[in-house]
């Protein structure tokens, strides 16, 4: 069973940076698409970053693009999300996911593994 666990939230001002990582256990982390996600209350999940099985291929959503940096270490069997010029609505918690086949998407439903979260807080 593959596990997956974020860690590196916490609580920033504005325009502080913050990076997540996300470590796999249970599975074959190099051929796992992997995923961002967050979610902030009364709001649905919604796609932040993902990245490919080699990590030569990543995508954003338009609202973080040329803030947040996707990478991943497949020898440490971790990928992370490096937070730059961290704004008030970037408030939410964050999830890893991983999907089996390799495909990178936007689609949550894709995604076969899912962390349990870290919240991260950006005060104004």
């Known amino acids: 069973q593959v596990q997956l666990v974020e860690s590196g939230g916490g609580l920033v001002q504005a325009g502080g940076s913050l990076r997540l990582s996300c470590a796999a256990s249970g599975g074959t982390f190099s051929t796992f698409a992997m995923g961002w996600f967050r979610q902030a209350p009364g709001k649905e999940r919604e796609f932040v970053a993902t990245i490919s099985r080699s990590g030569t291929r990543t995508y954003y959503a338009d609202s973080v693009k040329g803030r947040f940096t996707i990478s991943r270490d497949n020898a440490k069997n971790t990928v992370y999300l490096q937070m730059n010029s961290l704004k008030p609505e970037d408030t939410a918690v964050y999830f890893c996911?991983?999907?089996?086949?390799?495909?990178?998407?936007?689609?949550?439903?894709?995604?076969?593994?899912w962390g349990q979260g870290t919240q991260v807080t950006v005060s104004s």
């Open positions: 996911a991983a999907e089996r086949t390799g495909i990178t998407t936007t689609n949550p439903t894709a995604y076969d593994y």
